[in-house]
């Protein structure tokens, strides 16, 4: 084979297909090491990333935002299927991208299609994937996707739209990436899976394993590590079913994570993204005049009158790397540090929490036998410690709660106090970089919630395969019509989604195949992040994270609530929580 073809997406695509095609985990993991032999480390770089069903590392917050329906329509524009074909060969498989497979085979056996002679290589994919990320708007991605896949054969579209979707479906977790990697390069799997937790990017992890340097993945000060994040929970009530024994509970700040290092007069702060942050320039002395070496992990926020300031001001002192006076007294910014991961060459992500909370506090000027979980008076909330060198740089209050009422209690105040809800976290447990897990949980307040009328119904994927779980949403309109809004695939139990199948299947008003529209009867209340304007819906907004709280069985459609009230809440939302996050 040339040097051309083993870098090739097609033989990436083959080699996914094979590890899909075993159920055996030794046998996967040796077909993937194999293959990541095979290539130069760069390339085997781009593939390890790939074979984690992403097309960027864990820790970017930069994602493709190249949804199923664009994906679908890309696939239909190339194959040309006949009417409801797509949709048989969709339900059939359950998977865009093997629906894509068979519809493009089918297409190019009809030879409608120029067989390839250039072979699409890894490294291009991945720049075609780094101009897909930057591209705004669903025209414009589409243009791009079909572009791309008109360039692919079956099985690597196959392949760029699973990666698109973020799962390959071929039963490969990243532990088990890291597995081939300690086997493609004969190191140890235990040093593999540390490096990756420490650095945080699994291309990264593979290039120390080339080059027998995964030693040096010890943290390193001015080379940030992943950050630690959190899963999203709804209600205090479900937060306590993860932590039955209570939970060390935070304000959730509305600012930007930051992750700062210091060691002698330096200090340097990080993005989520890990690149440096070089715009608050008034917080380096304040972390340099800090006592040792470490590694602090917060949020920094606009602060102003005793109140942390929206988001939206913060977001005015981005991309100016100087400051004027003005800018700096009108929007002073507060690093809050919530975590230490590292002090005075002593790495401390697999301490308790508790032990870091405890460290932090002295290093931040607290007495070092003093308790820093006990809650201060509110008024207290963001005063430093009485002997923290500044009003800067400030230790995050913690509360131990154990109670769905004072969970809600600390909820509330936190909301009360400009903050945008509250972090749960298990005080044992230990700082996992890059990874979202159930140690900390976030609790943030819905928008709002609106009742609306579910307009349109969806088959669902994996495991709601075959059920109409996913439901498009109206609001009426002004004249009086039903104008989409949005669309929620989650929030019901599986028994209620089963019983609205077959209610749905009943009130049908016209079959499309994987979707179809229903009498629009069934009133639910839901409960949403932010509302966005939308081109694609004809109301012109579209609801952002919709998740079901519950139907309305109490109510019937003309009861709904307007698009006036969809407006209203747009409106208002800018002058409260802003419209930002759009990773979260
Ligand atoms: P996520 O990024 O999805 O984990 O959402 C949590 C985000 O909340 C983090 O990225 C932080 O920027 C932010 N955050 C605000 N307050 C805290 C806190 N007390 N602990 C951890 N993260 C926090």
Do not use: C
Request: no cysteine; hydrophobic share 40%.
């Amino acid at each position: 084979m040339t040097e051309s073809r083993l870098n090739s997406f097609p033989r990436f695509a083959q080699t996914a297909d094979a590890i899909g095609a075993t159920t055996k985990k030794l046998e996967k993991i040796r077909i993937l090491a194999d293959y990541l032999r095979s290539l130069t480390v760069e390339d085997a770089s781009i593939a390890a990333i790939f074979f984690t069903g992403r097309a960027f590392p864990r820790w970017e917050e930069r994602v493709l935002s190249v949804g199923g329906s664009i994906l679908w329509s890309a696939v239909e524009r190339i194959a040309n299927p006949e009417a409801g074909h797509a949709d048989k060969t969709y339900l059939k498989h359950g998977d865009l991208g093997d629906m894509a497979n068979e519809l493009l085979q089918n297409h190019r056996a009809a030879d409608h299609a120029p067989s390839h002679t250039d072979h699409l290589s890894l490294q291009k994919l991945a720049a075609t994937f780094n101009n897909l990320a930057g591209l705004r708007g669903s025209g414009a991605k589409l243009v791009a996707i079909e572009e791309l896949l008109r360039r692919a054969q079956p099985l690597e579209a196959k392949y760029i739209i699973k990666i698109a979707t973020g799962d390959l479906r071929i039963g490969l977790r990243e532990s088990l990436v890291e597995e081939a990697i300690a086997r493609a390069f004969a190191k140890p799997p235990e040093d593999v899976r540390r490096a990756n937790m420490l650095v945080g990017d699994i291309a990264a992890t593979l290039q120390l394993a080339a080059a027998g340097d995964l030693s040096d993945a010890h943290i390193r000060l001015f080379h940030p590590i992943g950050f630690m994040l959190a899963s999203p929970v709804d209600t205090p009530a479900e937060a306590l079913e993860y932590f039955p024994e209570g939970a060390l509970v935070e304000d959730k700040f509305d600012g930007i994570r930051a992750q700062a290092h210091k060691s002698g007069r330096t200090s340097k702060l990080f993005s989520r993204t890990l690149d440096e942050i070089v715009e608050f320039p008034e917080l380096y002395a304040p972390l340099a005049a800090l006592q040792g070496e470490f590694i602090l992990d917060g949020e920094i926020i606009a602060w102003r009158d005793n109140r942390p300031l929206p988001f939206t001001e913060l977001q005015k002192r981005l991309g100016r790397k100087q400051p004027d006076m003005w800018l700096l007294q009108d929007i002073p910014a507060r690093f809050i540090v919530f975590d230490l991961l590292y002090a005075d060459g002593e790495l401390l992500l697999d301490r308790p929490l508790a032990e870091r909370r405890k460290r932090l506090h002295v290093l931040l000027g607290g007495a070092a036998n003093s308790e820093p979980n006990v809650p201060p008076p509110i008024a207290a909330h963001f005063r430093p410690p009485s002997s923290s060198p500044s009003p800067t740089i400030q230790l995050a209050t913690t509360q131990p709660f154990t109670t769905v009422e004072q969970f809600e209690g600390a909820f509330l105040d936190s909301r009360q106090r400009g903050h945008e809800g509250i972090m749960l976290k298990d005080s044992a447990s230990p700082y996992k970089p890059g990874q979202r897990g159930r140690y900390w949980l976030k609790l943030k307040r819905p928008l709002a919630t609106l009742d609306v009328v579910v307009t349109s119904v969806e088959y669902g994927h994996g495991k709601r395969r075959g059920l109409l779980s996913d439901y498009t949403f109206a609001a009426r309109a002004d004249d009086g019509r039903l104008v989409n809004i949005g669309k929620a695939y989650s929030g019901l139990t599986d028994a209620e989604i089963q019983q609205y199948t077959d209610y749905f299947l009943k009130h049908t008003v016209k079959d499309f195949g994987s979707w179809r529209t229903v009498e629009p009867a069934v009133v639910l209340e839901v409960a949403f992040n932010n509302i966005q304007r939308s081109s694609r819906h004809e109301s012109g907004y579209a609801l952002r994270f919709p998740r079901i709280v519950r139907i309305r069985t109490d109510k019937s459609p003309d009861q709904i609530d307007t698009l006036d009230r969809v407006r209203e809440i747009f409106v208002k939302q800018d002058s409260t929580d802003g419209s930002k996050h759009a990773g979260e």
